[in-house]
């Protein structure tokens, strides 16, 4: 039962079902309204001509703000709810005692469900490890989580079609596998730090939450909620510097920096990429408009993952469990692996 | 007294649910001590690893999620 509270003392209750209903009937409507109406206000209530610069960096801007805060209402609570049955405790018990090919496969995977709040990094880390779980293996999961997470790949496929999706998964898949086996290999063990090895074999819960289906409703739609409002500052950069490309940058220059004929182009967009951070979802509007500018598929797919995988506030945070150097090879292999993404997927798709 | 630990880092939602947990404790009517554990040893020790994590008097009961003040008020007066 969801609560409506009209004024002081009246309250209704609405059932779950009727709730939902409304929400999704709205989100439709929404959705199909949204781009005729965008059109509508950019050229005729506010006159700006097509084909001008400004004209459509407006049009951009207002075409792509309401349609990826529906996409990511829509996905994120969508994806919360399904993910919900994937919690990390559970991943971790799946995880224990697999072997080191099949464990890293597993976590990289598993990356793709599970969330990656930041503040969970750390207690994360140390459970893995807790679990015994090998250091390559914990690091195929730290590099596919945040790189190829679920709001990224529901936001590619809204607006660029299911194979872009799945080329991005495959790609963000493979670095992670082939990154964790590197770093499982390089032994880096005594990197972490060694009140982690203390806790080797210990705690682990045996408590398993119950939740009914409006618990697991609201929690997503809560979730959701505080999402959504700490994505749209970057969103919305990210829809203002996409505007901005799609409304001025020459083809030319993009063809000339990142087009096909640089054959540096993949190494100088990571470089870009590198000290830049953004949830994945505020890249994607900058994504939208390189590959407008005729942007290669593999350049700008490298240029994406370097933003989210690659970033100085995780790097921090991860500071408490392991040393710089761990975090060096990390950020590096996944550099190289990104690189190597970038050029094989400009050879692969023409 | 109960003794109520509201296990992570102190984010945001560390911070949700301390509120909730002092709510629940006036809804209830039980006189409660609210500790914000952050030490991530201690956090790792109970098993969490999902934040933020809530402990009732020495046994957890929630973690990867912030359960409602009306759930709290329940389990604190179990």
Known sequence: MTTLRLGAARRVQIPLQLTVGVAVAAWLVAWLAEAPLSDWLTFSVFGLERGSHFGEAIAFFLLDVPKVLLLLLGIITVVTLIRGFFPPEKVRAALAGRG?????????????????????????????????????????????????????????????????????????????????????????????????????????????????????????????????????????????????????????????????????????????????????????????????????????????????????????????VIRWQLIAVFATTVTIGILFIGYLFNFLIV | MKKIEVLGPGCANCVRLAANAKEAADMAGVEAEIVKVTDYAQIAAHGVMSTPGLVIDGKLVSYGRIPSAGDIALWLSE
């Open chain 1, 100 to 320: 080191t090919v099949a464990g890293t496969v597993t976590a990289a995977s598993f990356g793709i469900v599970t969330p990656f709040c930041s503040c969970s990094a750390v207690p994360l880390f140390i459970g893995f490890v807790e679990a015994g779980i090998p250091l390559g293996v914990t690091f195929a999961f730290l590099i596919s989580s945040p790189m190829v997470n679920e709001v990224a790949l529901v936001l590619l496929w809204g607006l660029f079609g299911p194979g872009i999706a799945l080329v991005y998964m495959a790609a963000g898949l493979t670095v992670a596998i082939v990154g964790g086996l590197v770093i499982g290999k390089l032994g880096m063990e005594r990197y972490v730090e060694d009140y982690v090895w203390a806790l080797q074999g210990k705690g682990g819960t045996a408590l398993e939450i119950k939740l009914t289906w409006a618990d697991r409703i609201h929690d997503a739609w809560s979730y959701t909620k505080d999402l959504t409002r700490r994505i749209t500052p970057y969103l919305l950069i990210g829809i203002g510097i996409g505007a901005l490309i799609h409304g001025y940058a020459p083809t030319d220059l993009v063809a000339a920096i990142g087009g096909r004929s640089n054959p540096l182009a993949v190494p100088i967009v990571v470089l870009i990429a590198l000290p830049l951070y953004s949830n994945a979802a505020g890249t994607i509007p900058i994504v939208q408009a390189l590959l407008g500018k005729g942007m290669p598929m593999g350049t700008t797919l490298a240029f994406m993952m370097a933003i989210t995988a690659i970033s100085l506030p995780e790097f921090i945070i991860l500071r408490r």
